[in-house]
C-alpha cells in the first residue's frame, strides 16, 4: 500500500507525520517555515487524508512499513502525537533509513500506568465507543483537547480544523485503529536502542502528554536532546511556529 506524500522545498529530506485524527495540511504553516532549508515530505498516515486505509488489525509496523515505503531512503523523520510513535518505530526498524528523529508532543507510551502519566485509559475507552456514533464529534472533542491550555487555544483550534477540512475526512476505520495504537503501544524498553540524533520537543501545558513524562524519556533516551515550549499545549508548531521551526532548524542544519 503506498501513502499518500506532498513533497515540496529543496534541501535535506525531512519526513513529517501528523498525528491521530488529522492529516498532512496540518503541517502548512511550518512547512512554509521550513521550505527554503529542507525537502519536506508531508504525509498523509493510512486512512488519513488521501492515504488508503490499513487493514483493521494492523500493527505499529504495518504503518511504519507503509510510510518507509513512500518517503526517501535517507531522510530525517518528524513525527506528532501519534505520528512520533510511527516515527520512532521507523528509525527502530530501519535505522539505516532515519538519519536524525524530532518526536513533537509525543510519548513511547500514551496511556497512564502506576508509575507512568498519560491519558487516562477511560479517556481512551470512552473516545473509542463513541466512535461507532459519531465519530466526527470525536474528533472535534479531541481537537479540544489538543488545544487545551494553550494562550491560543481558539485560535489554535480553527487552524486545525482548516486543516482537517483541506482534505478527505478520516477513515473511521483508521481513527480507531489510531486509538488502538494509542492505548496499546509501549516504546519504553526500546528507546536506548536508538543510536541516532534525536530532539524531542513538548508543550509544557500539554494535557495529551503531560510534562512529567519529559525526566522520565530522559531517563530511557539519556543520548537525546528535549525543549519544552513554555506556553504551549498539544501542538506546539501551530501555537508557536516560529519557535518550533528555530528548534528544528537548529538541530538539523549541523548534521546535513
Not at 210 to 229: C, F, G, M, N, W
Amino acid at each position: 500500500m503506498s501513502v499518500y506524500v506532498e513533497r515540496r522545498g529543496r534541501g535535506p529530506e525531512l519526513v513529517l507525520l501528523h498525528g491521530w485524527g488529522m492529516n498532512g495540511a496540518v503541517w502548512q504553516g511550518l512547512a512554509q517555515r521550513l521550505e527554503a532549508d529542507f525537502r519536506l515530505h508531508l504525509v498523509d498516515l493510512p486512512g488519513f487524508g488521501h492515504s488508503p486505509a490499513l487493514p483493521v488489525h494492523a500493527s505499529l509496523d504495518d504503518w511504519a512499513t507503509a510510510v518507509l515505503g513512500a518517503v526517501p531512503d535517507q531522510a530525517s523523520w518528524l513525527g506528532w502525537s501519534l505520528g512520533g510513535l510511527v516515527a520512532t518505530h521507523a528509525a527502530l526498524r530501519a535505522p539505516a533509513r532515519v538519519r536524525s528523529l524530532i518526536t513533537l508532543a509525543s510519548s513511547p507510551r500514551f496511556v497512564a500506568e502506576d508509575d507512568w502519566p498519560g491519558i487516562k485509559p477511560a479517556v481512551l475507552s470512552g473516545f473509542e465507543q463513541q466512535l461507532a456514533e459519531d465519530h466526527r464529534q470525536v474528533v472535534n472533542r479531541f481537537l479540544a483537547l489538543q488545544a487545551m491550555g494553550s494562550e491560543h487555544a481558539r485560535e489554535d483550534i480553527r487552524q486545525l480544523r482548516d486543516s482537517l477540512a483541506q482534505k478527505p475526512a478520516p477513515d473511521p476505520a483508521a481513527l480507531a485503529a489510531g486509538l488502538a495504537l494509542l492505548g496499546s503501544v509501549d516504546l519504553r524498553g526500546c528507546l536506548s536502542q536508538l543510536q541516532l540524533p534525536m530532539l524531542r520537543l513538548y508543550g509544557r501545558l500539554d494535557g495529551l502528554v503531560p510534562k512529567k513524562v519529559i525526566a522520565l524519556v530522559d531517563a530511557l533516551a539519556p543520548h537525546s536532546q528535549s525543549h519544552v515550549e513554555l506556553r504551549a499545549s498539544h501542538a506546539p508548531f501551530i501555537s508557536h511556529p516560529d519557535a518550533t521551526a528555530e528548534k528544528i532548524r537548529v538541530f538539523l542544519q549541523p548534521a546535513c
